[in-house]
């Protein structure tokens, strides 16, 4: 029941692995191998490629090793991700022996299980070869494993494991970075998904898998699982769900057999597909009917295809004086910050309400950033004057509006002013500008009505402190409007691997709003609502939305 209802209205700390495979590994990457007579420096870059094999330990790049040095290679400690390696021959090099200072700038880490973490450093040591029978080989080099950037892509690709939330409606996305050169994509997928969520969402999702459970392997055409005791049926679709979702949008063809201690998952059936469990789609609902709204000169519009109208009611009002708003898909709730006054007189509320209907006020303050309905818009949160996040719900018993104020202790250093909030559909991230910077957070529930935000990294520390709005897409990534001339739009991944500059041809920065549905993304920069097709080719220009051209409004897509 919605809002309204009763009322009128981390660093990773090892390194990636060659994921638990069930046949022998069979890799068509081609690895370099050491090549006779191969210079120094060259030889040092085909390590850095080889490094890319996580295979066997490792082994391909422990080839380019003396024997000792084979043995010794501490390549569990950590694995960096580079833009780029730069080599520098140090003074005094000899005829056997030689030095190189190795530097580059971290962009990310991938810990065990091809969990992916954003990070923005330098990096320098020191590596030493020298001559081993005529060839050059590595005898000194510090612990872990360095990639460049294109070696990460060129080498793993990114797939989703999917856990479910904590009321079991919902599947979450786990990216992950698996090898190319696995056996089987899906068997190293559900080996992963057995082993549980990373870290960074655990407090926020819900898995069916029973402690002690392994998967292992296919057998007879069938993925089997042992050690899944006593599923009740609810559980045991609900693991399908994760099975087939996870198979499927890695591109794993169907229909999939699964077995539970060998008894088929869905006894009765031949195998399952997506539409067994369609209702756990990751993609139902967001931006499926994506009505378009805009907010211009404090009144909301109701925008189609050729024409733009005033919204009905309070919302359309000439003196409705709204700054931000949030809409359900279907117009049941609408959750709108009203503002008036100015300097010390300034004051803000929620109005909240159906688009056609009365409104109430749901909230006051000095200032409030732009509401975040929950999925089933049972409840939105909302900043504070910059600093308390608040959760605002309805009893669906009494019609009493109750608030809560959600636990961010773990923002540490993470301080500075809460400008954007945006929950996710499942509700289990929640995506924040806080001083111009980009973080992504989880959402746990500590206890009933309680919520917490955990883990809260930034997610994109190169857009630096330049963003100033954003809002998610419907498959999973961010939509970051920015305050830079050269890159006023931005695309972040999930896991923060990629910040890509969106097409800025006939934009003019700052991007002050951004929306997205399934078919095109919004923007308001300092001129215009511009709209550009979700698919559209990076170099497509920007276009004014047909029904707002001469208008500058900030786009409301429903969801």
Not at 460 to 478: E, R
Not at 508 to 526: E, K, L, Q
Request: some cysteine; hydrophobic content about 40%; charged content about 20%.
């Amino acid at each position: 029941m919605g809002l309204v209802a009763g009322c009128t209205t981390v660093p990773g700390d090892s390194t990636p692995q060659a994921l638990r495979s069930f046949a022998p590994a069979q890799s068509n990457i081609d690895v370099p191998s050491p090549v006779p007579g191969r210079e120094p420096d060259l030889l040092l870059r085909d390590f850095f490629t080889a490094s890319a094999n996580p295979i066997q330990n490792y082994q391909a790049a422990r080839s380019f090793l003396s024997p000792d040095m084979a043995s010794q290679w501490d390549n569990q400690s950590n694995t960096l991700i580079l833009d780029r390696i730069d080599l520098n021959a140090n003074a005094g090099a000899t005829a056997d022996r030689i030095s190189y200072i190795v530097r580059g700038t971290v962009v990310g880490n991938m810990s065990t299980g091809g969990v992916y973490a954003p990070e923005n450093g330098d990096y320098e040591a020191s590596i030493e070869l020298r001559k081993i029978n005529g060839e050059w080989r590595i005898t000194s080099l510090p612990p872990g494993v360095i990639l460049e950037k294109v070696e990460l892509r060129n080498n793993y690709q990114p797939h989703e494991l999917y856990f479910l939330d904590p009321t079991g409606r919902f599947l979450v996305r786990d990216r992950r970075w698996v090898y190319n050169g696995q056996p089987s994509t899906g068997s190293a997928l559900l080996s992963l998904m057995v082993e549980g969520p990373q870290r960074g969402i655990a407090p926020g999702v819900v898995n069916e898998v029973p402690e002690g459970a392994v998967f292992s392997g296919m057998k007879d055409g069938a993925y089997t699982f042992i050690g899944f005791g006593e599923l009740n049926a609810d559980q045991r679709h609900r693991f399908a769900a994760q099975v087939v979702w996870t198979l499927a949008r890695a591109g794993v063809a169907g229909p999939y057999r699964v077995t539970l201690d060998g008894v088929p998952l869905e006894i009765g059936q031949a195998g399952l597909s997506v539409e067994d469990v369609a209702e756990f789609n990751p993609n139902v609902g967001v931006g499926s009917l994506s009505p378009l709204y805009a907010l211009s000169n404090g009144q909301l519009y109701v925008v189609s295809s050729d024409r733009v109208d005033l919204a009905p009611g309070r919302w359309g009002a000439q003196d409705a004086q709204l700054e931000s708003a949030d809409i359900s898909a279907t117009g049941d709730v609408v959750a709108a910050v009203q503002t008036t006054g100015e300097g010390d007189d300034k004051k803000s509320q929620v109005l909240l309400g159906p688009l056609n209907g009365e409104t109430t006020t749901a909230l006051e303050r000095r200032t409030l950033s732009r509401p975040s309905l929950e999925y089933d818009a049972s409840a939105f949160w909302t900043v504070l004057d910059g600093t308390t996040i608040a959760r605002v719900s309805r009893s669906s018993a009494t019609g009493e509006m109750s608030q809560i104020e959600v636990d961010k202790d773990a923002f540490g250093d993470a301080t500075g002013a809460i400008s954007v909030l945006r929950l996710s559909h499942s509700g289990v991230r929640v995506a924040m500008i806080i001083d111009g910077r980009v973080y992504l957070g989880t959402v746990s529930r500590p206890a009933p009505g309680e919520r917490k935000i955990t883990n809260l990294v930034q997610i994109a520390p190169s857009i630096g402190n330049t963003a100033l709005t954003l809002d998610w897409q419907h498959d999973g990534s961010l939509l970051v409007g920015t305050s830079s001339p050269d890159t006023p739009v931005r695309r972040v991944e999930l896991d923060g691997s990629e910040v890509t500059p969106l097409s800025a041809g006939n934009i003019t920065a700052p991007v002050v709003a951004v929306a997205s549905s399934t078919n095109n993304i919004y923007v308001t920069d300092s001129r215009a609502v511009l709209q550009l097709p979700s698919n559209g080719p990076s170099s497509a220009f920007w276009r004014e939305v047909p029904a707002l051209q001469g208008t500058r409004a900030a786009p409301v897509v429903a969801h």
